[in-house]
């Protein structure tokens, strides 16, 4: 299967600092990614749906100025989350699609580890 | 948006039995997969399953679209089976994923 990788696997951040997370399809180019949010023995939330070469889509209720999405190339996708407090803390996920066939009718999602945010 | 719903909630089993966790869903889909999401958080592909039927090993899917049903079966169970396994399905129009609630499989020795 598609091999997707995220960095950093786990940060720990004072309120009011920002952190990046790195989101990479290893073996594929990836036009859209996801970016998901778990929350302990919860499932998991999209938060928004990045697109390179365009701006994200975010899902209702999700802060944009929040959390900045930068889909720069096939393969990176990046989410900020800016002036993080604690309240942010939580495990974010990302997922990129492998599309193949006519109109996109194979259409399977990959996941990366997560990236656990401690915001003290 | 479309409504995806997992039973059950909680499954404890013994090693060595079987066992059938269900999926419903509210809408048509293009799209549906079963994960296993292991103690460290990572979600492993198990199916791609918008229809029909696939095995692999002790695990099988079975997804009838027109009932708006989806079943994963495990047999023979094995403590690493233990984990949470989430049904996430893609609606027609677009390629978002909606997750169910998942449901925590436990497998003692």
């Known amino acids: 299967g598609a091999v997707v990788s995220q960095h950093p696997s786990r940060v720990i951040c004072k309120s009011g600092t920002s952190v990046k997370i790195e989101c990479r399809s290893l073996d594929f180019q990836a036009t859209t990614m996801f970016w998901y949010r778990q929350f302990p023995k919860q499932s998991l939330m999209l938060m928004a749906t990045?697109?390179?070469?365009?701006?994200?889509?975010?899902e209702q209720g999700v802060e944009k100025d929040k959390f900045l999405i930068n889909h720069a190339s096939l393969t990176l996708s990046t989410l900020t989350v800016t002036s993080a407090h604690p309240e942010d803390s939580s495990f974010y996920i990302c997922?990129?699609?492998?599309?193949?066939?006519?109109?996109?009718?194979?259409?399977?999602?990959?996941f990366g580890p997560g990236t656990r945010l401690t915001v003290l | 948006g479309i409504q995806v719903e997992q039973s059950p909630p909680d499954l404890i089993l013994q090693e060595g039995a079987n066992s059938t966790l269900r999926c419903n869903f509210s809408?048509?889909?293009?799209?549906l997969q079963w994960f296993h999401q292991n103690p460290w958080g990572q979600l492993i592909n198990l199916f791609y399953i918008p229809s029909g039927t696939k095995q692999n090993g002790r695990l099988s899917a079975t997804t009838v679209a027109t009932e708006r049903y989806s079943l994963l079966y495990i047999s023979s169970s094995q403590t690493t089976d233990s984990g949470v396994y989430f049904c996430?399905?893609?609606?027609?129009?677009?390629?978002?994923?909606?997750f169910g609630e998942g449901t925590q499989l436990t497998v003692n020795p």
């Open positions: 809408d048509s889909v293009n799209n």
């Open positions: 997922s990129a699609r492998v599309v193949s066939g006519r109109e996109g009718l194979y259409n399977e999602q990959f």
């Open positions: 990045s697109n390179e070469g365009s701006k994200a889509t975010y």
């Open positions: 996430a399905v893609g609606e027609t129009s677009g390629s978002r994923l909606t």
